[in-house]
């Protein structure tokens, strides 16, 4: 775990302390399928099942950290999958709300969060493309799969000066990690990083 944080984190350049000590306060191999736990601190992502996967540690680091978090702050991430991300950023909010659309994957991660004693966050199944409108407004939203272009409805949920971090481009290997930020209703948006993340799925896709 600490040579994670050396050599993954840290020396790549994540200088935010609260997201430092988040990542090490979570232990990453309970989140990993039994089988995989000597490989739960390597740099690379992992496959948790369904065909998802866990997001590399430092991915997860510099999402987070680009978010610029501040403890009173309310969260919403779409895309739970093995609920590590909601983790690191539960050390660090107020609230944490995440919405994973595969059934099994959700109800494993909301049972393993409860499991390790989290109660500031609130994992829901269903479509994260429309977002969570009776929680809304957030002061950040973080995406960890990829649509084609950033939903209408999670610019709509942010607040006044609200953050955004979100893999766009639906064709693998084309995908731009964009950091969106809402003031007023002027909406700025940077491309960060290039980046490989799974599909979004659509809502249809999954009941076809
Ligand atoms: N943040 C996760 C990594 C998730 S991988 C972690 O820390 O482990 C991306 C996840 O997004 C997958 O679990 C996938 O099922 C989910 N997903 C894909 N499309 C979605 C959608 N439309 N709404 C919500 N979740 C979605």
Redesign the pocket.
Known sequence: MEKMITNQIISRGIKDTQVIEAMRNVPRHL?VPENRRELAYDDR?LP?G??????QPYI?AFMTEVLDLSPEDKVL????????????LAGIVREVY?????PR??ET?RKRLEEMGYRNIYVKI????KGWQEKAPFHAV?V??A?GKIPRPLIDQLTDGGRMIIPVGEKRGIQKLVLLRKDKSEITKKEVMDVL???????KE?RA
Do not use: H, N, R
């Not at 369904?50 to 997001?55: A, K, L, P, R, W």
């Not at 995440?98 to 595969?102: A, G, L, R």
């Not at 993340?197 to 809502?203: E, L, Q």
């Open positions: 989140f992502p948790i369904e065909g998802q996967t866990i997001s997860v991430e779409i895309g739970t999958g093995s609920g590590y991300q909601a983790a690191i995440t919405i994973e659309i595969i994957l959700g991660a269903g479509d994260g493309y973080i960890t799969c649509p993340f799974v599909p979004m799925i659509k809502d999954l």
